[in-house]
C-alpha cells in the first residue's frame, strides 16, 4: 500500500487560485504538489474526485464551542478536541477555540488545556483567542459586565507567557481599556491583538493600530459605527491598512449591503475574512444551552439572551460562503479566500492553503459549497 496518493477534481483551489481539471498530490499525509490531471506522477494512486471543488481546510479564528459545549466549559483536553472535533465535518480544518470574557482562573486553566492541546497534536487546533475581559461595558454584548476588567501587569505577563507556548493566541481587546503601551508589549511577544467590543473614536483605534494591533473581532458587531463625524471603529477597520476584520456572514449580524460596502471599501493589505462565532450548538440540534448562568435560544438561525441580545451565531463556513455568493454577490473565489487563505494569513500559521510539505488539510465541496469529504493530513474525516 502507497502512502502516495493523487486526488484529481475538475477544480482544485489553492487557496488563491483555481486550476481546472487538476491533481493534488499527497505523500505522507502532506501537499507535494499540484499538476494538470493528465500529468500525475508515477507511484500515485490516483483517486478521481468527479466534478467537485477541492479546496484547502477552511479556517476560523472565532469558536466559542461546539459539539454541546462552550469553551469555558472545559476541564480536560478531551473537551477542548471535542469542540475541534464538531467543525472538522463542517469543513474547518484549523481553528483557534476562543475563550469570552471569564475569571482570570478560567483563562489560566484553558491556556493550560490549550498548551497541552498543541503539545498532544489536537486535531484542528491551531491556538486559543482570548475574546475579553479587557473589554468596553458599553458594548459588552453578550459578556458578562462583572467580569470586564483592565489589564494589569500581571495579566500581560501571562499573556506572553501563554503566547510562548501556544502555536498562537489572539486577545480582543477595547482600545480604550488598553494602554497602547500595552498593545505594542503584546504585540512584540507575538500576540495577535484584535480590536472589539469598544465605543472608541477612530483616533484612539489608530493609536491602537499604530502600536501594533492588527485585526478587527466581528466587524460592525459590538464596536462604535462609522458616522460622518466620528468615523469610530468601523471607520477604522475600513480605512486603516493594518487591520484585518472578521466577519459574521449570516444575514443576521450585518445586513448584506453592509457587507458590500465594506467589501468594496476595505484599504489593504489588511483584508475581510469569515469568522463564524460559533457556540457550543454547533453539531448539535438542540434548542437552548446556557452561557454563564445565563440562557440562550436557537431559533431561525439565531442565538439570543432573553432580552434578544445577539449572543453569538448559527452558522457554519461554508454556509457562510454560501450567503456571501447568494445574497452578497461575492465571486466563489474570494469567499474562498476569506475562509482559508486569509484568516491563515491573520495568525501567520502554514494552513489555508494547498502548498508544498504543508500538511494535506482539505475539503471537498459539492455544489453550493456542500462538505462531501474532509482530510486532516491526508487522513479521511469525513464522509467517503
Known amino acids: 500500500m502507497t502512502d502516495k496518493a493523487a486526488y484529481t477534481a475538475k477544480r482544485v483551489f489553492d487557496g488563491e487560485a483555481v486550476h481546472e481539471n487538476a491533481a493534488v498530490l ?118 458578562d459586565a462583572d467580569l470586564i476588567r483592565p489589564m494589569t501587569a500581571e495579566d500581560l505577563s501571562f499573556y506572553l507567557e ?26 512584540e511577544g507575538g500576540v495577535h491583538v484584535s480590536l472589539g467590543h469598544t465605543g472608541a473614536g477612530y483616533d484612539t483605534c489608530k493609536t491602537s493600530a499604530e502600536a501594533g494591533a492588527t485585526c478587527v473581532t466581528h466587524l460592525f458587531n459590538a464596536m462604535s459605527p462609522l458616522q460622518h463625524r466620528e468615523p469610530g471603529l468601523v471607520g477604522a477597520a475600513l480605512d486603516l491598512g493594518a487591520f484585518n476584520a472578521g466577519l459574521i456572514a449570516d444575514g443576521i449580524h450585518v445586513d448584506p449591503v453592509a457587507i458590500r460596502i465594506a467589501m468594496k471599501s476595505k484599504r489593504g493589505p489588511g483584508q475581510i475574512f469569515l469568522v463564524t ?28 439572551l432573553e432580552d434578544g441580545t445577539l449572543a453569538g451565531a448559527d452558522i457554519d463556513l461554508p454556509a457562510s460562503m454560501r450567503f456571501l455568493c447568494d445574497v452578497v454577490g461575492v465571486d466563489r473565489r474570494t469567499a474562498l ?4 487563505s486569509r484568516p491563515a494569513d491573520v495568525i501567520r500559521l502554514p494552513v489555508g492553503r494547498l502548498k508544498q510539505d504543508r500538511a ?14 474532509v482530510w486532516l493530513a491526508g487522513k479521511v474525516h469525513g464522509p467517503h
Not at 112 to 141: D, M, T, Y
Not at 283 to 304: K, P, Q, W, Y
Not at 360 to 367: S, Y
Open 277 to 304: 462565532d460559533a457556540m457550543s450548538q454547533t453539531g448539535t440540534d438542540v434548542h437552548s444551552f446556557t452561557l454563564g448562568g445565563r440562557a440562550i435560544f436557537r431559533e431561525n438561525g439565531m442565538l439570543c
Open 162 to 187: 501563554a503566547a510562548r507556548q501556544l502555536p498562537s493566541l489572539m486577545i480582543t481587546i477595547a482600545p480604550e481599556t488598553v494602554a497602547p503601551e500595552q498593545v505594542k508589549a503584546l504585540r
Open 26 to 143: 499527497v505523500a505522507g499525509g502532506r501537499i507535494s504538489g499540484i499538476v494538470p490531471a493528465s500529468e500525475t506522477p508515477a507511484g500515485f494512486a490516483v483517486e478521481d474526485l468527479g466534478t467537485g471543488l477541492l479546496s484547502p481546510g477552511l479556517v476560523d479564528l472565532q469558536v466559542n464551542g461546539g459539539g454541546g459545549l462552550m469553551l469555558g466549559d472545559a476541564r480536560t483536553v478531551d473537551d477542548l478536541a471535542a469542540i475541534c472535533a464538531a467543525h472538522v465535518p463542517l469543513g474547518t480544518t484549523a481553528m483557534t477555540p476562543t475563550l469570552i470574557t471569564d475569571t482570570p482562573e478560567a483563562a489560566r486553566r484553558i491556556v493550560s488545556l490549550g498548551v497541552e492541546a498543541a503539545a498532544k497534536g489536537v486535531p484542528a487546533f491551531h491556538g486559543l483567542h482570548l475574546e475579553g475581559p479587557h473589554l468596553s461595558v458599553q458594548r459588552k454584548g453578550a459578556h
Open 337 to 340: 479566500t476569506m475562509a482559508t
Open 360 to 373: 494535506a488539510d482539505m475539503v471537498l465541496f459539492g455544489p453550493d459549497f456542500a462538505v462531501k469529504r
